[in-house]
């Protein structure tokens, strides 16, 4: 399977889906811890803040000069923000140049872009003012720019983290999506011969895969059984026909007697003349259902070789030429290159003049018939084109069963098998056998379901 069409495939775009789950999950989680934790930790801080803000408005001059020195003096990683205004607002201790615009009313404040200087950067703090009983205000803050820097390092390490995460998870998923969709292609291509007809293929079994293994064995042994009631029916059939044929041969030998030892002018030789004719056209289908069924049963690929499909055309153009202009119709034939394919040639050749002698028999004197053989994008079409009665939209998809005849040919001679016969042989070489309205006329086509190259593949 390709890589193109392994990316186009279900379980790797599951895997994606998996994978990118993963990563908002993780992510998710992480986020939400470090969330919990900060807002804990600021929930603390203004609570911390607040009762020492309390604490130290209720101190003396001296007290509170010394509590507050000491904390500029422990703030190695100057966070801190500690200052005394009087009741003017001018600093009479701190290291705050002016007075923060805060209410004085002994709450902890965020302040997303506090500035301590006019030449100091912005940075998120918080702020608690109260008023002491001399009418001076205490200011305690503290940076949160520390947070902030955790929440950057936070991410940065979150993304590096969850890149190998989800690296991981889609190489997983690829290998998974490679291993299913190869497991899918077998299945798909076992499926095909079977739709080909060749009922004697079976789905493959591999270990590793319990469930979808079960399901398999069931639709092989569904298979097993389809296949025997197929053969009992096939045989049934073969054996009618057996069984006809030689009583049939026999009458047919003692009227064939009668009417060479019957006198001329007797009245018996017209009737029996005619019955002739009629066991002539019974034994005619009798060898053509025995045709059709040695091509089911068989299925031939043993026989199969390296063909020309337009040789083919070719050789069937010069064998039918002269049957058309004895007829009065025009035979052409649209010859390109070669077009090898792997199949029994001599199936081939009988698809092929069934289309070409059924165009020729639905074609009145002065039509004319085309036969074309081409290849556009790997794909073989044969195709036989006619400009005679035509076959009815609404008989278009029965003309190929047995016995189906369209009506506008009731009154030609057939069994209508050779359609059957044709579609028959297309489907063992993995074709497909369309007719079209060629206005007027019809066009049957022989065409590859898949390109050569991808089928060898």
């Keep these: ?59 003396d001059d001296a007290r509170l000069r010394r509590a507050l020195s000491l904390r500029l003096t ?42 301590p200087a006019d030449e100091a950067e912005p940075e998120p703090t918080l702020m ?20 902030e820097m955790l929440r950057s390092l936070f991410n940065q390490t979150l993304a590096y ?5 989800a690296a991981g998870a889609l190489a997983l998923g690829f290998f998974f999506s490679r291993r299913t969709a190869a497991r899918i292609h077998e299945i798909d291509d076992a499926i095909a011969e079977i739709v080909n007809g060749d009922l004697r293929a079976r789905l493959p079994i ?19 059984e389809i296949e025997r009631l197929m053969g009992q029916l096939a045989a049934v059939g073969d054996n009618i026909a057996h069984d ?47 045709r059709v069924s040695a091509i089911e049963g068989e299925r031939r690929r043993s026989a199969f070789a390296e063909m020309d499909l337009a040789e083919i055309c070719g050789e069937l153009f010069d064998f039918f030429e002269p049957l058309a202009k004895a007829k009065g119709v025009e035979l052409t034939l649209a010859k390109g290159g070669a077009i090898i394919r792997r199949g029994d040639p001599d199936l081939m050749r009988e698809a092929i003049a069934n ?25 073989a079409r044969v195709e036989v084109c006619d400009n005679g009665r035509g076959v009815p939209a609404a008989e278009a998809h029965d003309i190929f069963r047995r016995f189906a005849r369209a009506e506008n040919g009731a009154d030609l001679p057939g069994a209508g098998l050779g359609l059957s016969i044709a579609e028959t042989i297309a489907r063992l070489h993995g074709m497909e056998l369309v007719v079209a309205d060629n206005a007027p006329g019809a066009r049957f086509t022989l065409a590859e379901r898949v390109p050569a190259a991808e089928e060898r593949r």
Aim: proline share 5%.
């Design 74 to 115: 422990r703030d190695f990683r100057r966070l801190d923000y500690v200052a005394l205004f009087d009741s003017s607002g001018r600093i009479l201790f701190g290291n705050l140049e002016r007075k923060p615009d805060i209410p004085v009313d002994g709450r902890t404040h965020y302040l997303p872009g506090f500035r």
């Design 161 to 165: 983290a969850i890149l190998p995460v």
């Design 244 to 290: 006809l044929r030689a009583p049939l041969v026999n009458v047919r030998a003692i009227l064939d007697q009668a009417l060479v030892e019957a006198p001329k002018g007797a009245a018996l030789r017209q009737p029996v003349q005619t019955a002739l004719r009629q066991l002539d056209r019974a034994m005619t289908t009798i060898d053509a259902l025995l």
């Design 1 to 59: 399977m390709s890589l193109r069409d392994l990316s186009r495939s279900t379980p790797l775009r599951l895997a994606g889906v998996f994978a990118l789950t993963i990563v908002l999950l993780t992510g998710g989680v992480f986020a939400f811890v470090y969330e919990v934790t900060t807002e804990a930790r600021v929930a603390q801080l203004k609570k911390v803040f607040s009762d020492e803000a309390e604490t130290a408005a209720a101190s």
């Design 355 to 379: 289309l070409i002698d059924n165009a020729l028999k639905f074609t009145p004197r002065g039509g004319s018939v085309k036969i074309a053989a081409t290849a556009e994008e790997g794909l």
């Design 128 to 147: 608690v003012a109260r008023a002491r009983p001399n009418g001076d205000v205490i200011v305690l803050g503290r940076s949160l720019a520390n947070v």
């Design 206 to 224: 591999r270990s590793g895969f319990e469930e979808l293994d079960g399901v398999i064995a069931s639709v092989n042994e569904m298979l097993d």
